[in-house]
Structure formats: structure tokens, C-alpha cells
């Protein structure tokens, strides 16, 4: 079955719509993050575009939610997002109505009018109580560095942070346990109204990667981020390998619990979003109300 929704349109009429789950990857480097700004180029400005010229202008930009808001340069390799289309909408596509079902059908037409450093890889009815952002139980990040004993490849420079000394990625692994668990990240988080900064950090693996010209690959896996975390937590692990912290330092910094005194945020280019995670269609409603409730430091207590 069809996740359908009723959809509210200028805040007066409430439309059938049914809910579709995108599936698409882009280059960061050129767009300024996700969320569409006046007059700048940004990755949900562009989607919105392309469905504009095959389903027609949406003044609720067709209920668009993302599960993964990235940054200006940040890169996607798995991104998700929903939309939600009217039975008018979908009657625009004619006798290929019914090619909906398929999950290229989509896909192909969005791609042919997107550029290339935006890809549409499917296109899906959504399972009942999918919600792109809300439905998401983890989502993991990768970072890359060419360190002082990596190759230099100019064709990956866009999504690598090149460092010329050679850091110590035991000493920055044994660092990286220090922030693993349930914590309040503000020191390591630039804060947002309305939002909490506590996150479960579940994984951070620093690996050099020989196969990839022993670049270090640092990835994170948690049940959200917040706004500048994980490249916030590279910078400190990047410190680290540099010896100019120890794991001591970034314990303190955590326990903090402040933005003062913080580490560099490093460059964006090096950030790629890997992977988004779901639990099975049975549970995907009731994740989606859990992770509405705003946390509180009593969970941390617990």
C-alpha cells in the first residue's frame, strides 16, 4: 500500500496526495547546501525545479523533507527525501501514470532535466508512515584526509582535505572513544533554535585506507547530528593526530558542554553523507513520533 496524506495548500485547501521517497546522490561543491535560498544554487532549489517542470509550480513545494540537511560543500553519496504529489500533479504525467510504480521512471525524467553533480537513483511510493527525516533511526558520515603519507590525487582533491604532516591515527582512534555514546555535543555543535544538541554517537572508526592511497578515511555513525558536528569532531581528532591534544583534551571539551575554546571547524569538501537508516515498514510510523520528542539532559542522567 501507498503512503497517501492529505496535503494543505495555501493553508486553505487539503488535497489527497500520495508520498514518494527519493533516492538520489550529488558533488557538494558547487551547490550552497541543501535548503533552497533566493538566488543562490542549493541542492533542494534544483530538485524542486526539475519537479516544477514535470508536475507544475507547488506552493508547498511539494511537502519536500530531507532526512539529512547538509551543509554548503558537503557532499552525498545516499541522501533521502520525501515528496508528496496530488492525484492533478500525477495525472500530468498521462498515459505513464501508471510507470510510477517503476523506480526509474521517475528517476530517468528528473535526471535529464537535473546537471550532472545531481543524480535521482529511484523514485518509490512510499511505505506507510515513511518520513524521510523522521523515520531515520542512523545516519552515517565519512571524511577524508590526505595526510603527509597519502597520495596527493588531483582528481579526488574535491572531496578530500589535504594535511602536509603525517598524523597519528592510533593516538586519533583512541581519541575518537571518547566522544562515543549519548552526550550533549554543544561544544562540538553550532546550535539552532528549537533543537537540542544531545546525540548518540554510536560508531567513529579512523582508518588509513591503502587501497584508496592510504588516505584516512574518519566515519560517524549516530542517530542524528547536529549543525557542524562531525566536522567539528574531525577538527579535534585532526589536533589529535598532530599532537597538539590528547584524548584527555577532548574529553574536557566534551564534558564542557560549550562552543568556547572549541577545535576548527574543518573544510567541508572532505564531508560526504554515506548512508541513511531505516527500521522495517512495520515501525517506520512509530519512529518517526519518537524522533519528534525533543531530548533532554534527564536521558543523559539515566
Same mark, same amino acid.
Given at each position: 500500500m501507498n503512503e497517501s496524506v492529505d496535503r494543505e495548500v495555501d493553508g486553505l485547501v =487539503?488535497?489527497?496526495?500520495?508520498? #514518494?521517497?527519493?533516492? &538520489?546522490?550529488?558533488?557538494?561543491?558547487? #551547490? #550552497?547546501?541543501?535548503?533552497?535560498?533566493?538566488?543562490?544554487?542549493?541542492?533542494?532549489g534544483e530538485l524542486l525545479a526539475a519537479l516544477t517542470v514535470i508536475f507544475?509550480?507547488?506552493?508547498?513545494? &511539494?511537502?519536500?523533507?530531507?532526512?539529512?540537511?547538509?551543509?554548503?560543500?558537503?557532499?552525498?553519496?545516499?541522501q533521502q527525501a520525501h515528496i508528496e504529489l496530488t492525484e492533478?500533479? *500525477?495525472?500530468? *504525467?498521462? =498515459?505513464?501514470?501508471?510507470d510510477i510504480q517503476n523506480p526509474k521512471f521517475l528517476?530517468?525524467?528528473?535526471?535529464?532535466?537535473?546537471?550532472?553533480?545531481?543524480?535521482?537513483?529511484?523514485?518509490?511510493?512510499?511505505a506507510p508512515g515513511f518520513d524521510a527525516r523522521f523515520s531515520a533511526i542512523f545516519r552515517?558520515?565519512?571524511?577524508?584526509?590526505?595526510?603527509g603519507l597519502a597520495g596527493q590525487n588531483p582528481l579526488e582533491?574535491? #572531496?578530500? *582535505?589535504?594535511? &602536509?604532516?603525517?598524523?597519528?591515527?592510533?593516538?586519533?582512534q583512541a581519541a575518537a572513544l571518547e566522544v562515543l555514546g549519548l552526550h550533549d555535543f554543544a561544544s562540538f555543535c553550532r546550535p539552532r533554535p528549537g533543537s537540542t544538541t544531545i546525540r548518540e554517537l554510536r560508531e567513529v572508526n579512523v582508518v588509513r585506507n591503502q587501497a584508496a592511497g592510504n588516505v584516512i578515511e574518519i566515519e560517524l555513525l549516530a542517530d542524528a547530528f547536529c549543525h557542524n558536528m562531525v566536522r567539528s569532531i574531525v577538527g579535534a581528532l585532526i589536533a589529535v593526530g598532530k599532537g597538539q591534544a590528547t584524548s584527555a583534551d577532548i574529553r574536557a571539551t566534551l564534558e564542557r558542554a560549550s562552543r568556547?575554546?572549541?577545535?576548527?571547524?574543518?573544510?567541508?569538501?572532505?564531508?560526504?553523507l554515506v548512508e541513511?537508516?531505516?527500521p522495517a515498514d512495520n515501525l517506520l510510523a512509530s519512529q518517526a513520533e519518537l524522533a519528534k520528542n525533543l531530548r533532554s539532559h534527564d536521558e543523559l542522567e539515566a
Open positions: =487539503r488535497l489527497t496526495a500520495t508520498r #514518494f521517497r527519493i533516492g &538520489f546522490s550529488y558533488d557538494g561543491t558547487d #551547490f #550552497f547546501g541543501w535548503a533552497k535560498q533566493p538566488g543562490l544554487r542549493t541542492v533542494q507544475g509550480e507547488d506552493p508547498d513545494d &511539494f511537502g519536500i523533507r530531507v532526512a539529512g540537511r547538509t551543509d554548503a560543500g558537503v557532499h552525498a553519496l545516499n492533478q500533479q *500525477l495525472d500530468r *504525467l498521462g =498515459r505513464n501514470r501508471t528517476a530517468d525524467r528528473l535526471n535529464r532535466i537535473l546537471s550532472e553533480d545531481l543524480r535521482v537513483h529511484t523514485v518509490t511510493p512510499a552515517r558520515y565519512r571524511y577524508r584526509i590526505a595526510d582533491s574535491r #572531496f578530500t *582535505l589535504h594535511v &602536509f604532516q603525517t598524523l597519528d591515527t592510533l593516538a586519533m568556547t575554546e572549541s577545535y576548527r571547524v574543518v573544510a567541508a569538501k572532505g564531508l560526504t541513511i537508516g531505516y
